[in-house]
Each structure stands twice: as C-alpha cells, then as structure tokens.
C-alpha cells in the first residue's frame, strides 16, 4: 500500500522556522517529482515547491527564497524547510507527486503561524 506521511508541523511565531518531512512507503519515489502542497483555510490547496529525482527545485512566488525543498532518495522522503514564516503560511501541508498528485493524500501537516 502505498502511503505519504508528513510530520514536523506545529504553531511558530512569525519569523520563525519549521522542517516538514515526508515519508513515502510502499514504493519507490526516487524517480518521481515530488512536491509539497499547501491548503489554507477555505482555500484551495496549491503547489508551492517542487524537486525532480535529480535535485532541481523550483518554487512559488509566495515562497520563493524562504522555503528550500530536498530530498533523500535513499530514505525514500522528501523535506520542506521553512524560514522567515508568516501568518500568510498558515495551512495544512502535503506531500505528494507533482505537479499533478498521484497518490492519495496523507493526513497533511498542520502550519500555525500567529504571535
């Protein structure tokens, strides 16, 4: 059964830093671009960084020079590093294949940015 599962969110204050990880089970995604989604509250979720299989990146405007996406093939997981949060980073992140997810979704890791 092939499953996502994302960990490291939690409440940080703006300005603050937060490292979200991805575990993939089930098969092997180390030829797969993968990526990390976002879903705000009452809003659609929304692709905001990319890697191939190959460690090129790419990012959203919104986060762009904030957020750094990586991978470790070899653990089969994908990372989402996180600086200078704002409010506006408040959601529920996912992993999945990018840029059209393939896989079902994980249960997502919840983000709080607030002071």
């Known amino acids: 059964q092939v499953q996502l599962v994302e960990s490291g969110g939690g409440l940080v204050q703006p300005g603050g830093s937060l490292r979200l990880s991805c575990a993939a089970s089930?098969?092997?995604?180390?030829?797969?671009?993968m990526g990390w989604y976002r879903q705000a509250p009452g809003k659609q979720r929304v692709l905001v960084a990319k890697?191939?299989?190959?460690?090129?990146?790419a990012s959203g405007d919104s986060v762009r020079g904030r957020f750094t996406i990586s991978r470790d093939n070899a653990k089969n997981t994908v990372y989402l590093q996180m600086n200078n949060l704002k409010p506006e980073d408040t959601a529920v992140y996912y992993c999945?294949?990018?840029?059209?997810?393939?896989?079902?979704w994980g249960r997502g890791a919840q983000v709080t940015v607030s002071s």
């Open positions: 999945n294949v990018a840029p059209i997810a393939t896989i079902s």
């Open positions: 089930g098969r092997d995604f180390s030829g797969y671009v």
């Open positions: 890697i191939t299989s190959g460690g090129s990146t």
